[in-house]
């Protein structure tokens, strides 16, 4: 026969709850919400981008007018530079909005596999709480 042993909580991160404790439903809430960010985080660097390289585009063009209008080369590099620095920007905002993609996928597997894993369980100590069965304080169950 085995032995009851206390429960000890893991040593985790601490976990913004908003005031309550951790559950089942929090927590499908916080992926949604999480999903719903990366969502909108990938269509506003998507956004960022596309305007980057328009703004870049311009510079080139600008750039090149001031070539023909023998513009000061110093002036003139300033505005290819500002391009080059545009581009760049351009660039780093694809990479966020991938980055972003991949995080709304990954948080969307993440919350369905909890679902998946823990919905049943869910469901039935909310079906013992309704008819007024206690259950027990978690790691009552374990075994050595």
Do not use: W
């Not at 500002?82 to 351009?90: I, Q």
């Amino acid at each position: 026969m085995s032995e009851i042993e206390p429960y000890k909580a893991p040593a985790v991160p601490a976990i913004s709850t908003g005031g309550g404790a951790l559950s089942f439903m929090r927590l499908l809430g916080s992926m949604v919400t999480l999903v719903g960010q990366a969502v909108a985080l990938k269509e506003m660097a998507h956004l960022l981008k596309k305007r980057m390289e328009k703004d870049a585009d311009d510079h080139d063009k600008i750039s090149d007018m001031c070539a023909e209008a023998e513009v000061e080369p110093y002036f003139t590099g300033l505005i290819t530079d500002a391009g080059t620095a545009l581009r760049e920007v351009a660039n780093a905002s694809g990479e966020l909005s991938g980055a972003a993609d991949d995080l709304a996928t990954n948080a969307k597997a993440f919350g369905s596999a909890h679902k998946t894993e823990y919905q049943g369980i869910y469901e039935a100590v909310q079906a013992a709480k309704r008819r007024g069965i206690r259950q027990a304080r978690p790691g009552f169950y374990r075994t050595r």
